[in-house]
């Protein structure tokens, strides 16, 4: 959803940087570039803009969810302001151009490092989160490193998918939950 949103995004800025001088020349041309202009804001609210919250609010732990959201959306804001002061000094066709060359950008952050949470609950993230923080990574074996939740990043240079292994996660929790009870019997 997020990377079709950028590439959309993309696309559409492109044609109405390029073909700038052309749509705003006539009547007809600016309807049109009315219209690219505003599917391209559909776009942007299908993609970037309403996956910003939900994302942060599935990858991030529990423990530290909504300081990272909230540091997530300052840097969201930081980064609506510096666009506004940059495209205060260039054209209006160059802001089209600067515009699609952010979502080509989005697409590619998001295509590299975006993880895909889909099927994967928060009990689990945070499971992972816990054996990170613990420094045990290596012995987490659980569905967050199943190679279809993880970014292209984490499965082609972190190759966190080799990690993977229903098997031995089963034996985990098992004993996890051996020791909870233990735990709970002993207070």
């Known amino acids: 959803m997020q990377s079709t949103g950028f590439i959309m995004m993309f696309v ?34 299908f993609g970037p803009n309403c996956t910003t919250w939900l994302v942060a609010a599935e990858v991030f732990p529990t423990d530290v969810r909504s300081t990272f959201q909230g540091f997530s959306a300052a840097m969201g804001k930081v980064g609506a302001i510096i ?18 060359a952010f979502g080509l950008a989005g697409a590619c952050v998001t295509w590299l ?23 045990e990574f290596e012995h987490y074996h659980g569905e967050g490193v199943n190679p279809r939740h993880l970014s ?15 098997g031995m996660d089963e034996k985990h929790k098992v004993l996890q939950l051996a020791q909870l009870q233990e735990l709970n019997e002993g207070a």
């Open 152 to 166: 292209t990043w984490e499965r082609w240079v972190l190759k966190w998918d080799r990690h993977y292994d229903p």
């Open 113 to 135: 490092f975006l993880p895909d949470t889909t099927g994967l609950s928060l009990d689990e993230l945070d499971r992972m989160a816990k054996y990170m923080l613990a420094g």
């Open 83 to 100: 666009a506004d002061v940059v495209f205060g000094y260039v054209s209006k066709q160059a802001t089209f151009f600067l515009s699609a």
């Open 12 to 45: 559409l800025f492109l044609i109405c940087g390029v073909a700038f001088n052309t749509l705003t020349a006539s009547a007809n041309g600016l309807r049109t570039f009315q219209f690219l202009y505003f599917f391209s804001s559909f776009w942007n609210q």
